[in-house]
């Protein structure tokens, strides 16, 4: 079976860069990008991503180049993309979460000319000969001129993506400019993108899928809304974060589906979700169907860009069992499904896939053999260069010309959005000393519970450490590629031809799993009740009280069950970060007996008017607690400052203005609150004032240069300013005198007493 009828006219001759450039034109004001309280519009992502291009481009940044990007979720990971693209080069992204380990692999592999990151990230930064350059330090490129720098071509890499490798070390897949260009606006084409639309994205920039939460919104005028870190992970946040944003666009793997829908996720009538990554369940699309405008599968290896098949589907797709269609292929993608003969197989037959067409990569990079493997002559063109991608994957071609995923030919699997070879955390594996063999696999032992298992031989004599195994597997590959169980066994079960019979290795359990921590046993009523949810959950026999919750074989989507289920049987409301931060029964019983006693169930039951002038004292909201827990992990954690510095132009009286803010703070009783814990338990606390004072800096008697310096310093300080919630106040405010018509106001404060609308007041 062939597809190929998909060809479509599209500007092959553009970068993603200069696309984006044509639409700053067309909507200069527009917003382009929010995060958290920071936003930038189309003209000034553009002035300061060319800035940090002009300043790249000069330290080496150019075509045939390659530039690691090892950035947090911010702003500044978005002006990265689109100054290293800008340059000419190509980016390497690398996820912070990743440890230094795999970082350095993937750097020696790439060999980037430059290693752009932040101050914050310096001590995860892999030994490297690049040259490190910190983003957030803007006074290096602040003079750069703000012009398009021309640079660009569309048959270089636009990025390279390095995704698991069967050798033990990632393989880096280069994806072509023009590759991009198509698959973003073959989707921006199916999904009806517009300049209404808002993306709310939250994927790390280390899966493809995030090319284009990030591209598809800035090619149309629409609003990117970037996620941080804790709210990507925390389901309550995504939840709050939706209602804020108010997304039209959404792209997750299903397993985020999936919890959004615990957490009681009401969806949104004008939203369309695209779900990637992963097989998704006809189950799932019906939960789906019923809370969103659409929803759309994606199919797609990273050889091959991002997505190429999609589906918009309907309640007909999701009636029964079992997994969804993933479609037809994206404009100028061609699909092959052939049998052991690499002969087209007849509708209604199962074969492997392969892919042609534009999003097809030249293959990986410095892995000729690997390539020459993957990537093989199309034995259906006349053109001896044109290739086609062995993907590996079994699918049925059906009546209507939808195809159905079926399951893996290979080894190669897919956990949490992920592609995984197993060969690599077998390999992994295989260098810890004491162990002398062992399988890897994926374990489906519960519906849409994937979950992956190792089986090990130890060598004679030698006792394992489960703890230091676990410890050492963490240095050595991210979190997702870490086994959730290991089983100990003499012998593995083989086929009659001498193979690892995979099919039979047995379940683990508490008869044959290592055993992370000696084994005590809980005593209390809430341990006992705990362990019970545990093992429950687990799918776990016996569990003690300084077991490890994650590496039991807990994930994101159990944590998030977990929580829920304590939650009821407790009668309380723990968030699900508690769980990431105590992950043992006996830390967690702690909390719930502390939550019992203290009595704050009631107290957060009652009104924040409730009358208690006289004490000034009242209890926190659900945002404000999860601020005040925050802050007692890192007191004077900057996070969730509010700096601002706003630019005044005329004749101003520093009095007036003294007194306007002091009547604010006077009128607004959140702006004279601080966060007091008499026994542990927080409070909101109202404190009288006394007088305000506005400091006052006259800086017009300086020159044109000394004033901007010094009032770039100024504006640090007024960045990095830390607040004690116990002592307060929680805002500053300062005034800058650059001359009698020239004023800058600085002021700061902690989002715990925001709420929402006391920037509204500021504004």
Request: charged fraction near 25%; glycine fraction near 4%.
């Given at each position: 079976m062939i597809i190929n009828n998909t060809a479509v006219e599209f500007p092959r001759e553009k970068c993603i860069h200069q696309l984006f450039e044509e639409q700053v034109l067309k909507s200069p004001n527009s917003i382009a990008v929010v995060y958290e309280d920071e936003q930038l519009s189309y003209s000034e992502l553009n002035d300061r991503s060319n800035r940090l291009a002009s300043y790249l481009h000069k330290q080496g940044s150019c075509e045939d180049q390659f530039v690691a990007l090892f950035v947090e979720r911010s702003i500044d990971l978005l002006v990265g993309l689109l100054a290293i693209s800008k340059s000419g080069a190509s980016y390497v992204p690398l996820d912070p979460i990743y440890p230094k380990a795999r970082l350095s692999l993937i750097v020696n592999d790439a060999k980037p000319v430059i290693f752009l990151t932040q101050r914050s990230l310096q001590k995860n930064i892999p030994e490297t000969t690049s040259k490190i350059i910190f983003i957030d330090d803007i006074i290096d490129y602040e003079n750069e001129p703000v012009g398009n720098l021309q640079l660009g071509n569309p048959l270089c890499p636009a990025y390279i993506l390095y995704t698991s490798g069967s050798t033990g070390i990632p393989k880096g897949v280069p994806i072509k400019q023009h590759s991009l260009v198509n698959l973003i606006l073959s989707m921006s084409n199916l999904l009806k993108v517009t300049s209404d639309d808002i993306l709310l994205s939250v994927t790390t920039i280390a899966f493809d899928i995030a090319e284009m939460e990030v591209y598809m919104p800035l090619l149309h005028g629409a609003k990117l809304v970037i996620a941080s870190q804790e709210t990507a992970t925390d389901m309550d946040l995504l939840i709050k974060k939706f209602r804020q944003s108010d997304a039209t666009i959404f792209q997750a793997t299903p397993i985020t589906y999936k919890m959004l829908l615990i957490n009681k996720w009401e969806g949104k009538k004008d939203l369309r979700v695209v779900c990637g990554g992963e097989a998704l369940s006809k189950e799932l699309v019906r939960e789906l169907l019923l809370r969103c405008k659409e929803v759309w599968n994606g199919y797609g290896p990273t050889e091959t860009t991002i997505y190429s098949v999609v589906k918009n589907l309907a309640n007909e797709d999701a009636v029964g069992d079992g997994y969804v269609p993933i479609g037809r292929p994206v404009a100028n993608n061609t699909l092959y499904v052939l049998n052991e003969d690499r002969m087209p197989v007849a509708k209604g037959d199962e074969g492997e896939l392969f892919i042609g067409g534009e999003g097809l990569s030249k293959g990986y990079l410095n892995l000729p053999e690997m390539t020459k493997e993957r990537f093989i002559p199309n034995p259906f063109s006349e053109d001896p260069d044109d290739r086609i991608y062995k993907t590996g994957d079994l699918v049925r071609y059906m009546e209507n010309d939808d195809l159905i995923f079926i399951n893996r030919v290979d080894l190669q699997v897919k956990i949490r959005g992920f592609r995984i070879e197993l060969g690599e955390i077998e390999s992994a594996i295989s260098g810890y000393d004491g162990i002398s063999e062992n399988v890897v696999i994926v374990r489906e032992d519960t519906p849409d519970d994937k979950r992956l298992v190792a089986y090990i031989i130890k060598k004679d004599t030698i006792t394992i450490d489960f703890s230091d195994l676990h410890h050492y597997l963490k240095s050595k590959l991210p979190d997702y590629m870490i086994p959730v169980s290991f089983v100990y066994l003499d012998k593995f079960p083989v086929t009659p031809n001498g193979k690892i019979d995979r099919k039979v290795l047995p379940i683990p359990d508490e008869s044959n799993s290592l055993l992370l921590t000696q084994y005590v046993a809980p005593t209390s009523d809430v341990e006992i009740k705990l362990a019970m949810l545990w093992s429950e959950i687990l799918k776990a026999g016996q569990i003690g009280v300084n077991d490890n919750f994650f590496e039991l074989g807990g994930n994101s989507l159990s944590a998030t069950i977990l929580i829920s289920r304590m939650n009821q049987n407790f009668g309380i409301s723990l968030p699900l970060r508690l769980l990431f931060e105590k992950q043992t029964i006996a830390e967690i019983s702690l909390e719930i007996q502390a939550k019992a006693s203290s009595g704050e169930k009631a107290l957060v039951q009652k009104s924040i008017f409730h009358k208690q002038i006289s004490e000034?004292?009242?209890?926190?909201?659900?945002?404000?607690?999860?601020?005040?827990?925050?802050?007692?992990?890192?007191?004077?954690?900057?996070?969730?400052?509010?700096?601002?510095?706003?630019?005044?132009?005329?004749?101003?009286?520093?009095?007036?203005?003294?007194?306007?803010?002091?009547?604010?703070?006077?009128?607004?009783?959140?702006?004279?609150?601080?966060?007091?814990?008499?026994?542990?338990?927080?409070?909101?606390?109202?404190?009288?004032?006394?007088?305000?004072?506005?400091?006052?800096?006259?800086?017009?008697?300086?020159?044109?240069?000394?004033?901007?310096?010094?009032?770039?310093?100024?504006?640090?300080?007024?960045?990095?300013?830390?607040?004690?919630?116990?002592?307060?106040?929680?805002?500053?405010?300062?005034?800058?005198?650059?001359?009698?018509?020239?004023?800058?106001?600085?002021?700061?404060?902690?989002?715990?007493?925001?709420?929402?609308?006391?920037?509204?007041?500021?504004?």
């Open positions: 000034k004292l009242f209890p926190l909201s659900s945002g404000q607690k999860r601020l005040w827990f925050i802050d007692q992990f890192e007191q004077g954690n900057r996070a969730y400052n509010l700096p601002f510095d706003y630019n005044i132009a005329g004749e101003i009286d520093p009095i007036i203005l003294e007194k306007s803010i002091e009547i604010l703070i006077r009128r607004h009783e959140s702006l004279r609150t601080i966060f007091i814990a008499p026994d542990g338990l927080p409070f909101q606390k109202i404190i009288d004032l006394d007088f305000f004072k506005l400091e006052i800096v006259n800086l017009d008697g300086l020159s044109e240069n000394e004033k901007k310096i010094e009032a770039e310093k100024y504006s640090l300080q007024n960045e990095l300013h830390q607040f004690n919630l116990e002592k307060g106040p929680l805002y500053i405010f300062k005034l800058l005198k650059l001359s009698t018509t020239e004023w800058t106001l600085l002021f700061n404060f902690h989002h715990v007493i925001s709420d929402g609308w006391s920037i509204n007041v500021f504004l």
